[in-house]
């Protein structure tokens, strides 16, 4: 039960449906048990947590070119609406390998929620909106492919005007970290951290710090755990749903999603599923 009082999220990253992806010889990535288990979050959410509203980190897809990318990312989103709480999108790399910034507004314009936040009306990928106690700026975090990893000079000013703007605490949401993470043990990015950080992060950072109000800072991507704080301030990273987290033999997915509590000034992250994670409260 939520506490009176308590502003709640559920959280759901990096669902990847589409074919198995191996690295370093291992199955890692279960896409083909996305639908099932996006299908069981949205029942978690509507039977347990009953969440004020959802936030979907990106990387819907594990693209297999646009003419199945489309209609796997709208399936997904079938499947979300399902939910009783309303479903904020954030863009993933994945999802922009095969598809475009059009192919993924036509599917967010079917959510009722992204009315009015600017994504639609501008034609972009990048939003904010008020909800409950806090201000959500979700951004668009873009990846040139083994490449490196930026936000845009134009984004980031729109960034800052935001943050100028914002009342009450601000949660950021972004696919990629824009923390200084250790990706050393992570499987996927140890060898690549350019990979996995935006490379602007540093300014974005500045800003964050300069605002004085932003509380905490949210991503997926890495397909693992990790919270990195940085002047005092929380970047925490969660898990994919469907990430071998273990490297288990037969692969089998991490069935990992996160409850997100807001109490008063303090809040409480807690990844569910195989690869269960609890990040103490900062306040
Ligand atoms: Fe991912
Ligand atoms: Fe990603």
Redesign the pocket.
């Known amino acids: 039960m939520n506490e009176p009082g308590s502003f709640t999220i559920g959280i759901i990253a990096?669902v990847h449906i589409g074919p198995r992806a191996s690295f370093a010889g291992q199955v890692r990535k279960i896409g083909d048990q996305a639908a099932a288990l996006t299908q069981a979050f949205v029942d978690d959410m509507n039977g347990r947590l009953k969440p004020d509203l959802v936030l979907n980190l990106?990387?819907v897809v594990q693209e297999e070119g646009r003419a199945k990318d489309i209609p796997r990312y709208r399936q997904i989103f079938e499947i979300l609406s399902g939910l009783d709480a309303p479903h904020y999108p954030v863009v993933?790399?994945?999802d922009l390998i095969d598809m475009r910034t059009e192919d993924l507004l036509e599917i967010w314009s079917g959510l009722p929620n992204m009315k009015g936040l600017g994504a639609l009306e501008e034609r972009r990928l990048y939003y904010s909106f008020k909800a409950g106690p806090l201000t959500f700026i979700v951004l668009h975090s873009q990846?040139k492919k083994d490449s490196h990893i930026w936000i845009e000079d134009d984004q980031v000013a729109w960034f800052e005007q935001e943050l100028a703007a914002a009342v009450g605490p601000v949660m950021v949401v972004v696919?990629?970290s824009l923390a200084d993470q250790d990706t050393s043990a992570n499987h996927w990015f140890g060898k690549c951290p350019h990979l996995a950080l935006v490379k602007n992060r540093a300014r974005v950072r500045q800003l964050i710090e300069e605002s004085g109000k932003v509380a905490l800072v949210l991503n997926?991507?890495?397909?693992w755990n990790n919270c990195t704080v940085h002047a005092g301030i929380g970047y925490y990273t969660v898990q994919s749903l469907i990430e071998n987290a273990g490297g288990w033999e037969p692969p089998r997915p991490a069935r990992a999603w996160s409850q997100f509590h807001w109490q008063g000034q303090g809040y409480r992250l807690e990844v569910l599923g195989d690869d269960p994670c609890l990040f103490e409260p900062l306040s």
Do not use: A, F, V
């Open positions: 990096d990106g990387d993933g790399n994945h990846e696919h990629h997926g991507h890495l397909h």
